[in-house]
């Protein structure tokens, strides 16, 4: 008789507003609420899109050392400011945000000039102090998405930047910290079950609610994409001298590049499991895609464009790229 271990109860909300939320789930076999509570709280950490400044330009400036004559601060200490801003972008392209400001004053978030694409979360925040009449502050921001946190070396290599251009490392985590607690609780006789609870701390561009959900959503990406083994067992043959030899059999686990035509040629099949991250996509179409459990290029062809369009991080600039690349390899999206 096969045992199975009873399911736990869905997340349920102890207390939330737009930056901090507490949430318990209950029914977890003995041990499970430290396995969930810690694979959560990790992925919550590192793994949850949010948006950053990548470049800036400074009119007047060409390195972060340099200093802004009427302005108290030096450019340093503006960028510190900056990274103090936190940014929602309805877009998963680059866009750019500017001040211009002059005259004595103190200049805030709210005085960043953004597209319809971007909001400024916190405007309260101070970015400079303005001491002169004739003082001006010109700033050209570059805000992109991405995930956890990377050093100005790498985006330096990735995009080479334009002289007058400062890099910032970039740290795009929205999460602020997570937290969680397991207490055990009474189910049926048992008093060893786990209650697990996680406290979600956000910087507000997203809901700790939502982070939480993304978070599940990930793990459970995560663990798809690796059930299932390639198991090799072995096949009797006769061999000339009438002796019986043993010999691998075929590989029996199916992919996703397994479902295809018959008639494709072994060139077509290898193609069709190149994976994803060997193709010549943007990194963060690449992100997107592997998150969504799309791991081959013979994966990508088998769906459609309205369910590449469901999956966070695609846009319809993104698909256009897919699209494109499939072409290039006589593939479509299905149809």
Do not use: C, W
Not at 154 to 162: C, E, G
Not at 193 to 199: F, I, K, P, S
Not at 251 to 280: G, M, Q, Y
Request: negative net charge; hydrophobic residues 40%.
């Amino acid at each position: 008789m096969e045992l199975n271990i009873i399911l736990p109860s869905r997340p349920k909300i102890i207390s939330e507003n737009d930056s901090q939320g507490i949430y318990e789930i209950e029914g977890l076999y003995p041990g499970y609420g430290q396995t969930l509570g810690n694979s959560l709280r990790r992925i919550i950490l590192s793994s949850i899109a949010g948006v950053a400044i990548t470049s800036l330009k400074v009119t007047g400036a060409d390195h972060e050392f340099s200093t802004l004559p009427g302005v108290k601060e030096d450019v340093l200490a503006i960028i510190l400011n900056l990274k103090k801003i936190h940014f929602k972008l309805s877009s998963d392209e680059p866009q750019t945000a500017t001040i211009q400001v002059k005259g004595v004053k103190v200049v805030t978030g709210a005085d960043i000039v953004t597209g319809g694409q971007v909001e400024v979360v916190n405007p309260e925040q101070v970015i400079a102090t303005l001491t002169d009449k004739s003082a001006s502050l010109e700033l050209a921001l570059t805000l992109e998405k991405g995930i956890g946190y990377v050093p100005k070396e790498v985006l330096q290599q990735t995009r080479p930047a334009a002289i007058g251009t400062i890099v910032l490392d970039a740290a795009f985590t929205p999460i602020r910290r997570v937290s969680y607690e397991v207490d055990n609780m009474r189910v049926g006789d048992r008093t060893d079950y786990n209650r697990l609870r996680l406290n979600v701390e956000t910087n507000k561009s997203i809901s700790p609610h939502e982070a939480l959900e993304k978070s599940i959503e990930i793990m459970i990406n995560q663990l798809r994409a690796i059930v299932g083994f390639k198991e090799e067992t072995m096949m009797v043959e006769e061999t000339e001298g009438g002796k019986i030899a043993e010999a691998p059999a075929p590989e029996t686990a199916k992919t996703e590049s397994d479902f295809v035509l018959p008639s494709r040629t072994a060139k077509d099949v290898d193609l069709l499991k190149t994976r994803v991250e060997d193709l010549t996509l943007p990194p963060r179409i690449t992100r997107a895609l592997a998150l969504a459990g799309i791991r081959t290029i013979g994966g990508l062809a088998r769906k459609r464009e309205s369910d590449l369009a469901e999956v966070d991080g695609l846009g319809a600039k993104a698909i256009d790229e897919i699209k494109k690349l499939l072409k290039k390899h006589d593939l479509e999206l299905k149809v």
